[in-house]
């Protein structure tokens, strides 16, 4: 069923602030290793073609447009070449977003705050002048949304993500398999995901042999940084993805061990994304969204 621009509209807010919509158009992604290479923007290509700025000259081959033979060389030396120019692109964009179950584990707030901020980075991207494409995972398959190229195509991402529902499970791996078919070398890609999943460091050395600039979002629960809010005692933990259970029973020194292995456990999934030529950025579900986006992707290098 079509939805009225009001309703359209009317999602976005419940999505996304539209306060903080309209301090991300000031925002921009930055990049490592990523080349603009599609369509006609303002990032600088590898692509020496007709443009504005001055690159290099080049020997006339017959066939060209000898509207681009420059007079003066061919008038001092004799010789005929063609001015080359830069030329300016939009950069592809990825955001792959987590929709298994592990993301909604504890509670709701983990899945709402993933989709918000793979919102918020289709935002950044369309803002910026780049092209950008969302697309959940689960059971090693990507749901694609069509490929933005500029901001009126928001409300209806919007609409998609908000109508996203978390089941099944991955291997990050697969994952990575998959998205080779819908991704060029030299793009921008964003994981948002808890990555409670196996096959990272195999997604991440097949990312990084495409040659794909890898950003790690990680979202986590209030609950799964301290535990101590659910409490002491017995429990009963039930995996939401295998359906499996076992009963435990915590204390405060366990308490402090999950602390410590949580702690080594991001660590090691840092070192691993940097290793690969990534950037890692963790994030609990009840963090202020300001503080994330304007303070946090920005200490990361990630926005302007």
């Known amino acids: 069923m079509r939805r009225s621009v009001a ?6 807010a419940h999505l996304v602030d539209p306060l903080v919509l309209e301090r991300l158009k000031g925002s921009k992604f930055l990049v490592r290793s990523a080349v603009a ?27 060209d447009d000898v509207r681009y033979v420059d007079r003066h060389v061919f008038a001092r030396h004799g010789r005929a070449v063609i001015r080359q120019f830069h030329v300016d692109q939009q950069l592809r964009i990825n955001v792959l977003l987590d929709a298994t179950a592990s993301m909604t584990s504890v509670d709701a707030s983990k899945f709402q705050r993933a989709r918000v901020l793979a919102a918020c980075a ?25 490929r933005l190229r500029n901001p009126t195509g928001l409300p209806r991402l919007f609409r998609w993500l908000s109508e996203a529902r978390p089941s099944g499970d991955a291997s990050l791996d697969a994952v990575a398999r998959a998205s080779a078919q819908a991704t060029a ?27 794909q600039d890898v950003v790690a979002v990680q979202v986590l629960a209030p609950e799964e940084v301290d535990p101590s809010a659910i409490g002491s005692g017995g429990l009963r933990l039930i995996d939401a993805e295998s359906g499996d259970s076992m009963d435990v029973t915590l204390d405060a020194s366990d308490l402090e061990r999950y602390g410590r292995e949580l702690r080594s456990w991001q660590s090691e999934l840092a070192e691993l994304v940097t290793r690969a030529g990534g950037r890692w950025s963790t994030h609990v579900s009840d963090q202020p969204l300001d503080e994330t986006l304007f303070r946090a ?8």
């Open 37 to 63: 290479a599609a369509g006609v923007g303002d990032r600088r290509s590898r692509t020496i073609g007709p443009g504005v700025e001055f690159a290099d000259y080049r020997d006339y081959q017959p066939g």
């Open 122 to 146: 289709a935002a950044v991207g369309v803002f910026g002048g780049d092209q950008v494409r969302v697309g959940a995972f689960r059971d090693g398959s990507i749901a694609w949304h069509p």
């Open 297 to 304: 992707w920005r200490r990361a290098g990630l926005i302007t």
């Open 7 to 12: 309703q359209l509209l009317d999602l976005v």
């Open 185 to 211: 070398p030299s793009d921008l890609l964003l994981v948002v995901s808890d990555w409670m999943l196996d096959g990272v460091e195999a997604a991440l050395s097949r990312w990084s042999a495409a040659r």
